[in-house]
């Protein structure tokens, strides 16, 4: 199967991150597709990801995963991505989701929403619907662990228009009021992301 590769995407976040002073997760080749089943399933199988900082963005995910199996719906204009990390120690694996959760709390706040608060151990909720998740897949081999870790955030996406979630979701669209950059908010969740995991290592 041919995946279709967003070059223009991809250059930007580049340029963005280049522009940040990450600590640990030095991403030199993000991957940004137009249409995938899931992320987490395309840097595990398809990419074999085994270096810190592979990254994995789609504009869809046809068959999007969430925690115990559960379907997550990834319109256009959401953000769906997985990161691979490479945690120093087995220790710092309990910490992932909620070094995730407090880096996408941090970014929705910086990008102008209110009132959103973490739903423990996975999920982001704004004015008491649900904004946004995280996965955490870990495999550890002896003293070694590799972490796929998911991030799917309703951003620009209408999730009124599914049936399924239209009660019970909402996105930084209808949060705000504004169309947000895509590439402009991964590049603040990756730095965020960078700086939380960073503390976090040196604190073990």
């Known amino acids: 199967m041919e995946f279709e590769r967003l070059g223009d995407d991809e ?6 991150l280049r522009l940040r002073s990450l600590r640990r997760l030095k991403i ?5 597709l137009t249409s995938v089943d899931s992320t987490q399933s395309f840097i595990a199988n398809k990419l074999h990801s085994s270096a810190e900082g592979d990254l ?3 504009r869809v995910q046809t068959a999007g995963k969430g925690r115990e199996g559960r379907s997550w719906f990834s319109q256009e204009g959401g953000l769906w991505m997985t990161m691979t990390l490479l945690p120093p120690n087995a220790d710092i694996l309990a ?3 909620s070094i995730a959760t407090n880096s ?13 608060s973490i739903k423990p151990p996975n999920d982001v909720y704004c004015g008491g619907r649900k904004i946004a998740g995280v996965l955490a897949d870990a495999s550890v ?3 070694s662990s590799v ?5 799917g955030i309703n951003v620009n996406n209408d999730t009124s228009e599914i049936d399924r979630i239209s009660e019970t979701a909402t996105s ?10 895509l590439m402009e908010f991964a590049a603040s969740l990756i730095a965020s992301l960078d700086f939380e995991y960073a503390r976090a290592i040196a604190e073990m």
Do not use: H, Q, W
């Not at 030199?28 to 940004?32: G, L």
């Not at 972490?147 to 991030?151: D, Q, T």
């Not at 930084?172 to 950059?181: F, N, P, Q």
């Open 11 to 16: 250059r930007k976040l580049r340029e963005l």
């Open 28 to 32: 030199s080749n993000p991957i940004c």
């Open 56 to 58: 994995v963005i789609s």
């Open 95 to 97: 910490r992932i989701p």
């Open 104 to 116: 996408i709390l941090k970014t929705l706040e910086d990008f102008g929403a209110r009132g959103c």
């Open 141 to 143: 081999t002896g003293s």
């Open 147 to 151: 972490v796929y870790l998911g991030v």
């Open 172 to 181: 930084m669209r209808y949060e705000t009021g504004s169309t947000l950059d």
